[in-house]
């Protein structure tokens, strides 16, 4: 049983329990303020007529409605019909009470019990309960007062029944439709998570890919910087196997996790590169997806740098009212600008997208000699 599903028949119980409570209730009532003495007989005979009701609302919910729910339609509505017929025959060919054929003044008129010569009528209290049954003027009998018409007890009956199957079927549409939306919020999360797991899978092989093509480089050139970029390397791939496939990670680990790709960068390339990177220490309580900064950072590095050419890259990120702002601006050459972005930039846009939905700012300007990246997003912090 869903959780939808128990809280309809929480609410069914609480209707039938009001329900069955209400008869209680007015005996109560009428012991306390109009001294009619309080019976569960009376009030077991009002369950009694409750009873039909009741049923029909236990085979509607319980029995037919889930025909219709598993697609047989017809034979609801066939069912339905037959349940309604004979609810119907039952209110019309039920026993009736006996009926009391004296005319009406036979007993309204019907003198009291004579009294011989040492009794007397007793004193009236008006504060004290009804008479004795020797001095108390004797109850009309039943008599059948229906009226004829469209407005007689039997037809009132039928609506109130049909008004029970009507509201059975509002609250179950209600709860069915409560429960296919959760259902959809939880397609569309689950769908979310695949789509960014996806995305990441495809970054992490292309980061990969770019690292060991510089340490391989390194290898001819300083075997022993290709081998300080090994043991950064392995560092690089714990975090991404234990940090990256979190939805979010503190800011601090992300900052570190770029410092230390930079610092793999940096042993590729002489002093005549100019690597500026501006990070923030700590920011307490920041939360941030991860890997998403080193995509531009690792785009700048492959796009950015020329030996025959001076070459820049500056990177910066800064916190502020909420906001994280983040710049990457290498500088821009001929031989590289042809594919200078490519699938890495369009599966961090599209990461973003299904993050952040339209709260996000990713700005990137081309020119000749530099190529800039602008993000913003949103960040709660402990500050």
Known sequence: MTRTERQENIVYLIIIGVVLIIPVMVSIY???????????????????????FILLFAIHNWLLMPLFLRGKHGLYYSLTALLVLLFTAYLFFRPKPELDDRPVSEWQMTPP???????EWPEPDVFSRPAPDAFRRPEPPVRDKRPLGPLSPGVLLFLLGLSV???NWAIKSYFLSVERRQQLEQLEKDNLDFQLAYLRYQIN????????????????????KAKESIVELSKLMRYILYEGSKPTIPLDKETAFLRQYISLMRMRYSDSVVIDVELPDSVPGAEVPP???????????????????????RVSMTVENGRLIFKCSNSRH??????????????????????????????????????????IIPIDTDL
């Not at 042809?338 to 709260?359: A, C, P, Q, S, T």
């Open 291 to 313: 890997l998403v900064f080193v995509s531009f950072v690792e785009n700048a590095f492959k796009h950015g740098i020329s030996y025959e050419r001076d070459s820049y890259i």
């Open 30 to 52: 009428q012991d306390a303020v109009r001294a009619i003495d309080f019976s569960w007989m009376e009030i077991w005979k009002v369950w009694l007529r409750f009873l039909p």
């Open 205 to 224: 092989p292309h980061f990969f890919m770019n690292t060991l093509n510089n340490i391989h480089a390194l290898v001819d050139i300083d075997p022993e």
């Open 113 to 119: 019990p004579a009294l011989d010569d040492k009794q």
């Open 165 to 167: 199957l009507g509201g």
């Open 334 to 375: 001929e031989s590289t600008a042809h594919d200078e972005g490519g699938v890495g930039m369009e599966n961090v846009r599209r990461r973003l997208e299904l993050l952040y939905g339209d709260r996000f700012v990713m700005n990137v300007e081309q020119r000749p000699d530099h190529y800039d990246i602008l993000l």
